[in-house]
């Protein structure tokens, strides 16, 4: 029997948005009622199971009364608030990050940017070529995982879901300053010789794929990868009696990466090494 704590109900806030009355649980931030009433608003840096860093910009709206624009995946909803998410200052203020980091950092991996840049017609090549933030070879020094930092938009996602937010390993920090900085472990020495305890939880919330499976990158570099293709299974992992989920994906019969339920009571989204990494002897074929 599945447990279900139901807290202490929430009172319901009334707001307008783009002109239209909207009611969402107190606590709500603006881009949960966007998401609620079917507005799609772009968003990089949000995750599901981590507080909001405001480090993108890219899902700010106008709020009647405020001086700047402000991101939706933080700011909370309140009653009367007047929002509106397609003025013409926020489409441009989006239009103008998308550039920005587009022409800095490879986003070909990053679901839904393709779209987005052709929705507010974003031109990343204005910048010119030498407005690559980055230009280093992708960084294979265990057997788990890579870190490919031409893909990285500088989220502090990982670092937060190794941090104090849920590894508690602190394996990965921020270093440099400006158009220096960089996710790194301590000293940037190799991930082999740092505190990473190869959880993985840094992968399972990075939005640009700057962190990927050794399997995934082998694929993609090799054009095999190909997400059409495969399935996913959610299953128990059978390693220990804590009763993490798993989602297997799976392409041509063979698992090509696992993942976690987000909106699993047990794990949030986040799994051990074994539960993560651990899955080659269900297909080993001897």
């Known amino acids: 029997m599945t447990v279900t704590p139901l807290g202490i109900p929430r009172r319901m806030l009334e707001f307008t948005l783009d002109g239209e009355e909207a009611r969402v649980p107190e606590g709500s931030t603006i881009l949960d009622a966007c998401r609620a ?9 949000e995750g599901d199971t981590l507080r909001p860093k405001n480090a993108c910009r890219v899902c700010v709206v106008e709020v009647e009364g405020a001086r700047t624009l402000v991101p939706a995946c933080s700011r909370k909803a309140e009653p009367g608030m007047a929002v509106r998410t397609g003025t ?12 920005l980091l587009a022409s800095s950092v490879d986003l070909s991996t990053t679901p839904k940017v393709a779209g987005w840049l052709k929705e507010y017609e974003a031109k990343p090549d204005r910048f010119g070529p030498d407005a690559a933030r980055l230009n280093e070879e992708p960084r294979v020094d265990n057997d788990l995982y890579v870190r490919d930092y031409d893909k990285c ?7 937060d879901a190794c941090g104090d937010q849920w590894q508690n390993s602190f394996a990965i920090s921020v270093a440099g300053r400006g158009f220096d900085a960089r996710i790194a472990v301590e000293h940037d020495a190799p991930l082999t010789d740092s505190a990473c305890v190869y959880c993985g939880n840094c992968i399972e919330v990075c939005p640009t794929g700057a962190l990927s499976f050794n399997s995934e990158f082998d694929m993609r570099a090799a054009g095999t990868w190909d997400e059409s293709r495969q399935t ?42 074994k539960g993560r990494f651990g899955y080659q002897h269900v297909q080993n074929r001897g």
Not at 40 to 45: G, K
Not at 88 to 99: G, N, Q, Y
Not at 153 to 159: D, F, G, M, R
């Open 37 to 45: 009433a079917g507005k799609d608003i772009p968003t990089l840096c």
């Open 232 to 273: 996913e299974t959610t299953t128990v992992c059978a390693y220990c009696g804590v009763g993490c989920n798993l989602t297997l994906h799976v392409q041509d019969n063979e698992i090509v990466k696992v993942t976690s339920p987000h909106d699993n009571p047990v794990t949030h989204g986040n799994l051990c090494i």
């Open 153 to 159: 938009i500088l989220c502090y996602k990982c670092v």
């Open 88 to 99: 013409e200052r926020a489409r441009h203020s989006r239009k103008v990050v998308l550039e």
